[in-house]
């Protein structure tokens, strides 16, 4: 028996609500697994609880696959264990949670290793709180196949991670991710939010939604690529993806953000608040290349600054069919060689150019009466120009002169 005593901290709000909500239940008794081939089912209501610090059978440290809420509820704690497993489900055909919580530490240990929250019109909910981890994932899939199925991750607290080869966000079902108070999600090769593969056995007109949201400081989410909206552009099954950055997290890519991709799929990418929310402040996005897809007429393809802040700078650079919405009271710098031929629509704050040409050549401007457009000394060349509100060519700032700065329209 282990009798390890976790040292305590503060909970963050969110992992306090939890708390209070999950914690609460009297364990059931459960056969503990007797080895690594060993296969864990946790249903019929069954509310399990593993506490290092209250003792465990060390069967629970190593065994073969885990299901919680398969084909009826089902819901599992585990506090300051480290646990190896090859397989896990959570929420098939039922509703089914599990909670890791005070540096519980999951591994897996297969090369095909895979996480299913949510499948068969099925609810599953894993949330990883207070410094736990996962590691070893071939695949985690949040929101699978059927399209009442409804998949939820929350990765909360600092240090707390989960890491996956690959990662799915709403595939044919209902998937959301929130990454919060310096919690970190990696997808070591390609992250797809609203995804649409369909299951041989399903329908390939199959519908999907799926949805990232990364907020606080040191709140993390890092993969190569990511897709937004739909899985290749042949597909015609409709799919939504949405990923929002705000209250400085951080999203790192090494290639590229795609928004956008089906041939019926609607992409969204939110720097500060929600597409048709309030305003909140950024966070940060390092990839050297957004690409609006608008494949063709079918695909929705959306890029909003919906920030507050007096200063925050995009340095990728824009292409493909997409439009940018410049929505919130803050100030919005461009950098990146941006060629994108979507509208570029400014109904609040300030567009500015942090150099020459950076402003698309390919897009049409409309300028409402409460947003300005900012050269900011830089000359730009624009398609057309429908101005409601302002544009600066150049500004007297801190001591420096007027620069000659030129506004070409197409």
């Known amino acids: 028996m282990s009798d390890m005593k976790p040292a305590k901290k503060s909970l963050s709000t969110r992992a306090i609500a939890i708390s209070t909500i999950l914690f609460t239940p009297v364990s059931l008794a459960i056969t503990p697994p007797t080895n690594s081939d060993s296969n864990v089912i946790i249903n019929n ?3 399990i609880k593993l506490i290092a610090s209250e003792g465990y059978d060390p069967g629970w440290e190593h065994f073969n696959s885990l299901k919680v809420g398969e084909d009826s509820n089902g819901s599992l704690l585990i506090d300051n264990l480290s646990l190896t497993t090859s397989s896990a489900s959570i929420g098939n055909n039922a509703e089914g949670s599990i909670t890791l919580t005070n540096h519980t530490n999951w591994q897996f240990d297969t090369p095909t290793s895979n996480i299913f929250l949510g499948t068969n019109e099925g609810s599953g909910t894993l949330y990883v709180l207070e410094g736990s981890k996962i590691s070893g994932l071939q695949s985690i899939r ?13 990765i ?7 890491t996956s080869n690959i990662a799915i966000v709403g595939d044919q079902g209902t998937g959301k991710v929130s990454v919060t108070n310096g919690g970190t999600f990696t997808s070591l090769t390609q992250l797809n939010i609203g995804y649409v593969n369909a299951h041989s056995s399903l329908s390939a007109n199959q519908s999907s939604y799926g949805e990232v949201q990364v907020a606080d400081k040191n709140s993390t989410v890092n993969a190569p690529n990511i897709l937004i909206g739909g899985y290749n552009t042949s597909s015609t099954s409709d799919t939504t993806g949405v990923l929002t950055v705000s209250n400085d997290g951080v999203i790192n890519v090494n290639s590229y953000i795609w928004v956008g991709v089906s041939s019926n799929g609607t992409g969204i990418l939110n720097i500060g608040g929600a597409q048709g929310e309030a305003a909140q402040p950024a966070g940060s996005i390092n990839t050297p290349r957004i690409y609006l897809g608008g494949t063709n007429a079918s695909t929705t393809s959306i890029l909003n600054f919906n920030h507050t802040n007096a200063d925050f700078v995009l340095t990728s650079y824009i292409d493909g069919k997409g439009q940018v919405n410049q929505v919130g009271s803050g100030t919005t710098t461009l950098s990146g060689a941006n060629i994108y031929t979507g509208n570029t629509y400014i109904s609040n704050g300030s567009l500015r150019a942090g150099t020459v040409d950076t402003f698309s050549p390919n897009s049409d401007y409309i300028v409402d009466s409460e947003g300005h457009l900012d050269l900011n000394g830089y000359s730009q060349t624009l398609n057309t120009l429908a101005l409601a509100g302002t544009v600066t ?5 801190n001591g420096h002169e007027f620069t000659p700065t030129t506004l070409t329209i197409n």
């Open 45 to 47: 209501n069954e509310e």
């Open 142 to 154: 949040v929101g699978e196949f059927y399209g009442d199925a409804r998949g939820t991750l929350v």
């Open 156 to 162: 909360d607290g600092e240090s707390s991670s989960v």
């Open 393 to 397: 060519l150049s500004s007297y700032e």
